[in-house]
């Protein structure tokens, strides 16, 4: 996994989880497929076509595993979804092969996931208590209504389904967004590298005071010398080093306070998607664009009092600081992730627990 393009991405422990998965799904499915032989409330047939219907799935997420080798970045997101689909219908169709008895072994579980993805306000969860109701006390033991459980798992599973597609999209937001800002950072830097007058982040001097003029003061640094007629001042120009070292500071800033920022994230070690890195990764860019624009802005007097700047250490200390204030403008996206991870339900894999009862 170590040369592969996603592990970077903490998708390992996923891949391992998910092949355990399967694997105790297919043992399981043996298990069942022996027992329900010997009952007659299932034909042979329907035991075959579900048998055929579960391996189709299981053989769907094996495959789209073992693409995670060849995966690009931004292509990952469409593997991992339909990887965890494949395995959550190929569970649902496993429920088809159980008895009553298993199933209602099961409601802790359905009701646990039901807890995890939705708020007790969410009209969704008076649904599914609706369709449980009926055998959830100890009186209603053998009387299970397979129709209705069967919905609220196929219920279930599509909203779980739909939480991890939204994080894996918000990644590849995340990582496009970050993509684009680096290539506007890039383009600002080369640009200012090669035409350091155009993109000038020198500022003017202050007004003369008792008669003495002042150099103009540049991030990478100017003697600060005086004269008492603007003729005898030397001649001051904007280096190619300006915008490197700006963007750099802001950069730094960016990463300070991206590492505050992302240590309320805390992902599932099972979720393939790792948002605290991407989050990370997209502050550092934004950091920098940030010093840089920001500089203009104040060069050219577009924030009132923040102009009076006379030295290479203040325009180092704002580019610093302007790029540790882009949190201010990415703090949404934050919040978002967080949001999104926070609804994740816990990755349990309640199929397996009773295959020893089959």
Request: aromatic content about 8%.
């Amino acid at each position: 996994m170590t040369a592969n393009k996603v592990s970077i991405f903490s998708q390992q422990h996923w891949r391992v989880d998910s092949n355990r998965r399967i694997r105790s799904m297919e043992i399981q499915l043996d298990f069942l497929v022996a027992a329900r032989r010997k009952d007659e409330w299932v034909t042979a047939d329907e035991i075959c076509n579900t048998t055929k219907a579960i391996g189709a799935y299981l053989e769907i997420a094996k495959d789209h595993l073992r693409n995670t080798k060849r995966l690009s970045l931004l292509g990952s997101v469409n593997v991992i979804d339909v990887t965890y689909r494949a395995v959550h219908s190929a569970g649902f169709l496993i429920y088809e092969l159980k008895t009553d008895e298993d199933l209602l072994a099961e409601l802790p579980n359905l009701k646990l996931r039901c807890n995890e993805l939705f708020d007790t306000t969410d009209p969704r969860t008076k649904v599914i208590d609706d369709l449980l109701k009926p055998y959830a006390s100890p009186s209603s033991l053998g009387k299970l209504d397979r129709h209705n459980f069967l919905e609220a798992a196929r219920i279930l599973r599509n909203v779980s389904d739909q939480r991890y597609y939204q994080v894996g999209r918000l990644r590849t937001n995340l990582a496009t967004v970050g993509a684009v800002l680096s290539m506007l950072v890039m383009a600002f830097i080369i640009f200012g590298w090669r035409s350091p007058k155009s993109i000038s982040l020198c500022f003017e001097p202050s007004p003369p005071k008792n008669g003495i003029y002042e150099v103009w003061a540049c991030p990478t640094g100017r003697k600060l010398e005086r004269a008492a007629t603007p003729s005898e001042l030397p001649e001051t120009k904007p280096s190619s080093q300006d915008i490197l070292v700006v963007a750099a500071l802001g950069l730094s800033g960016g990463a300070l306070s991206s590492g505050l920022a992302i240590r309320r994230l805390a992902p599932s070690p099972q979720t393939p998607y790792n948002l605290p890195l991407f989050s990370f990764l997209l502050k550092l860019p934004a950091g920098a664009l940030t010093a840089v624009a920001g500089l203009l802005l104040i060069r050219g007097g577009f924030i009132p009092g923040f102009s009076a700047i006379d030295s290479a250490a203040q325009i180092l200390a704002y580019a610093f600081f302007l790029g540790f204030a882009q949190q201010l403008l990415t703090r949404a996206i934050d919040q978002r992730a967080q949001d999104l991870l926070t609804k994740l339900p816990a990755e349990v894999n309640t199929s397996s627990e009773s295959a020893g009862r089959a």
